[in-house]
């Protein structure tokens, strides 16, 4: 079993930035792909990022150029820094590790972007 928590989370307004941070349990960064997800209020999860162990990164269309996903595998988290937030990515983020058959996922953190 694998733990992870999320935090970095918060209340923004439009044009800011926030890092979420995504501490595992374990050392996994160097064998499981890693991933951010957001859910928002009546809509379905959607991926935003992805790494793999390797470093190879996949970016949903509508966060490229203002966000970035990267870890750091000596401290065993997981990073989303958010640039020029906007109010559309206002959302419940989840830490996702992936390899094989284990599929472990982070209880949230709520990113809330407002005027």
């Known amino acids: 079993q694998v733990d992870l928590v999320e935090s970095g989370g918060g209340a923004v307004q439009p044009g800011d930035s926030l890092t979420l941070s995504c501490a595992a349990s374990?050392?996994?960064?160097?064998?499981?792909?890693m991933a951010w997800y957001r859910q928002a209020p009546g809509k379905q999860r959607e991926l935003v990022a992805a790494i793999t162990p390797a470093g190879f990164t996949n970016l949903a269309d509508s966060v490229k150029g203002r966000f970035t996903i990267s870890t750091d595998n000596a401290k065993n988290t997981a990073f989303l820094q958010m640039n020029s937030l906007k109010p559309e990515d206002t959302a419940i983020y989840y830490c996702?590790?992936?390899?094989?058959?284990?599929?472990?996922w982070g209880q949230g953190t709520q990113v809330t972007v407002s005027s």
């Open positions: 996702n590790a992936r390899f094989n058959e284990y599929n472990y």
């Open positions: 374990a050392r996994i960064f160097v064998i499981y792909n």
